[in-house]
């Protein structure tokens, strides 16, 4: 899909959806769990899809329903309770039956977290993918588990207790793929963080939903500490929190324009991407923090260096930002973007040089010499949901139209974006 934006600047409030990243723990932990669970969560997306089916082809029932999904967790040597005693609607929960392939779609999140949970379940499963996912790095760890076959990856050992070592440089799914079933199993285990963890908040979310399960797991900043034979006891319902990296896209729009309201957020969350009010407020914006509201609008925005060790994901928009900020930015310490739905610095630079800014790679990051005003101009989203709509907050202050193709890659994480575009006054025209 291709789209136009005609530049105008963004008012009024928005709910931002629930965390993609919450949901995607909440679902493997009840699917983990002794019990149903009912998830309380706000739309859907392709990477949640993507986490659902692979999880009811381990044998999972997971029924969605408008406002959530319940999930009838696997069953591992008893017998699941009836389904239509635990559907939220009225209706019985239809079992999925078990399936040897389990298809990821574009998310590393669903792949990285369920090659250690298949393994510990037994072996036999196959993941596929689609896009650039199978061909993203994996771990030794992870290596061990699997055979490759034609662009597939084949569970050929099962996953089992002990000590395992990762470095803290890889993706931080790495290691919550391991939290989730390591303490499952029989026998004690503990992963040693070889350098410093990052993107640690992510890490920080998975220990968050697992202990709501009842499962505890301790670490001490070098090392975790797994006891084995645990069980997840399923909190019988639970609310996704606010999705702070979809409501960075707001907040910077709003940082950019008059003023913007975004509402539904945990200002006590562990997402690392509440981070953005910090590089807002330092970068000028003006902000206001309520419980109930986030109120955000624009100041004299100056550059500043960022450490993007904690905060990957915020880097687009950031960027996007800066790109009309006084002075210089420099972004470090973001060498692991390259390994995302694309190289994310050099997809950022294209989509923002495309539109007249002053930007340039780093090794490991980006740098930036903000402009009066982008020009507009036409990009491609190369199929990455986060620079498409970070091409939406760059045309808010852009002298001419933008044209985005491949704006639907929104639908991985974020499928009414252009129509809460829209609602915030944004001018979209789909191009035929």
């Given at each position: 899909?291709?789209?136009?934006?005609?530049?105008?600047?963004?008012?009024?409030?928005?709910?931002?959806?629930?965390?993609?990243?919450?949901?995607?723990?909440?679902?493997?932990?009840?699917?983990?769990?002794?019990?149903?669970?009912?998830?309380?969560?706000?739309?859907?997306?392709?990477?949640?899809?993507?986490?659902?089916?692979c999880l009811r082809a381990l044998g999972a029932q997971i029924d969605v329903f408008d406002g959530g999904a319940t999930v009838v967790p696997i069953c591992r040597g008893?017998?699941?309770?009836?389904?239509?005693?635990?559907?939220?609607?009225?209706?019985?929960?239809?079992?999925?039956?078990?399936?040897?392939?389990?298809?990821?779609?574009?998310?590393?999140?669903?792949?990285?977290?369920?090659?250690?949970?298949?393994?510990?379940?037994?072996?036999?499963?196959?993941?596929?993918?689609?896009?650039?996912?199978?061909?993203?790095?994996?771990?030794?760890?992870?290596?061990?588990?699997?055979?490759?076959?034609?662009?597939?990856?084949?569970?050929?050992?099962?996953?089992?207790?002990?000590?395992?070592?990762?470095?803290?440089?890889?993706?931080?799914?790495?290691?919550?793929?391991?939290?989730?079933?390591?303490?499952?199993?029989?026998?004690?285990?503990?992963?040693?963080?070889?350098?410093?963890?990052?993107?640690?908040?992510?890490?920080?979310?998975?220990?968050?939903?697992?202990?709501?399960?009842?499962?505890?797991?301790?670490?001490?900043?070098?090392?975790?500490?797994?006891?084995?034979?645990?069980?997840?006891?399923?909190?019988?319902?639970?609310?996704?929190?606010?999705?702070?990296?979809?409501?960075?896209?707001?907040?910077?729009?709003?940082?950019?324009?008059?003023?913007?309201?975004?509402?539904?957020?945990?200002?006590?969350?562990?997402?690392?991407?509440?981070?953005?009010?910090?590089?807002?407020?330092?970068?000028?914006?003006?902000?206001?923090?309520?419980?109930?509201?986030?109120?955000?609008?624009?100041?004299?925005?100056?550059?500043?260096?960022?450490?993007?060790?904690?905060?990957?994901?915020?880097?687009?928009?950031?960027?996007?930002?800066?790109?009309?900020?006084?002075?210089?930015?420099?972004?470090?310490?973001?060498?692991?973007?390259?390994?995302?739905?694309?190289?994310?610095?050099?997809?950022?630079?294209?989509?923002?040089?495309?539109?007249?800014?002053?930007?340039?790679?780093?090794?490991?990051?980006?740098?930036?010499?903000?402009?009066?005003?982008?020009?507009?101009?036409?990009?491609?989203?190369?199929?990455?949901?986060?620079i498409a709509m970070s091409a939406a907050v760059a045309a808010t202050v852009s002298t001419g139209e933008v044209k985005i193709t491949g704006a639907n890659a929104v639908?991985?994480?974020?499928?009414?974006?252009?129509?809460?575009?829209?609602?915030?006054?944004?001018?979209?025209?789909?191009?035929?």
């Amino acid at each position: 899909m291709t789209i136009t934006l005609t530049p105008t600047p963004l008012s009024g409030s928005v709910t931002v959806l629930s965390s993609k990243s919450h949901v995607h723990r909440l679902l493997i932990c009840a699917a983990l769990a002794d019990k149903p669970t009912t998830i309380r969560f706000d739309n859907t997306s392709e990477d949640i899809e993507a986490t659902t089916a692979c999880l009811r082809a381990l044998g999972a029932q997971i029924d969605v329903f408008d406002g959530g999904a319940t999930v009838v967790p696997i069953c591992r040597g008893g017998v699941n309770p009836p389904a239509e005693q635990i559907s939220p609607n009225g209706g019985r929960v239809d079992p999925a039956p078990t399936s040897e392939v389990l298809d990821c779609g574009e998310s590393g999140s669903t792949l990285r977290f369920l090659i250690p949970v298949a393994a510990g379940l037994g072996v036999g499963n196959v993941f596929v993918g689609r896009g650039k996912l199978m061909e993203r790095p994996t771990t030794p760890i992870y290596d061990a588990l699997i055979t490759r076959e034609s662009g597939t990856f084949r569970i050929t050992k099962p996953l089992v207790s002990g000590n395992y070592r990762l470095g803290g440089d890889i993706s931080s799914q790495f290691f919550s793929g391991l939290l989730f079933i390591l303490p499952t199993l029989e026998g004690d285990s503990e992963i040693i963080v070889e350098g410093k963890l990052e993107s640690l908040p992510y890490v920080d979310l998975t220990l968050d939903c697992i202990r709501m399960f009842g499962v505890k797991i301790d670490f001490d900043g070098t090392k975790f500490t797994i006891r084995g034979g645990q069980k997840y006891i399923s909190p019988g319902e639970i609310i996704a929190e606010g999705d702070w990296s979809n409501a960075a896209f707001w907040l910077c729009a709003g940082a950019l324009s008059e003023k913007l309201t975004i509402l539904g957020m945990n200002l006590k969350s562990v997402q690392g991407d509440m981070g953005i009010l910090d590089i807002l407020q330092r970068m000028g914006a003006n902000i206001a923090v309520s419980p109930q509201e986030i109120v955000v609008s624009g100041g004299d925005l100056r550059g500043i260096e960022v450490d993007a060790t904690d905060i990957p994901d915020l880097i687009p928009v950031v960027s996007t930002t800066a790109s009309v900020a006084r002075g210089r930015t420099i972004i470090r310490n973001a060498g692991r973007l390259r390994f995302k739905e694309s190289d994310r610095l050099q997809t950022t630079c294209a989509m923002l040089t495309a539109m007249g800014a002053k930007i340039q790679e780093t090794e490991d990051g980006l740098i930036i010499d903000g402009v009066e005003r982008l020009t507009g101009g036409e990009t491609d989203s190369y199929m990455d949901h986060r620079i498409a709509m970070s091409a939406a907050v760059a045309a808010t202050v852009s002298t001419g139209e933008v044209k985005i193709t491949g704006a639907n890659a929104v639908r991985k994480s974020y499928p009414t974006f252009w129509e809460e575009y829209g609602k915030l006054g944004g001018q979209v025209t789909v191009n035929k």
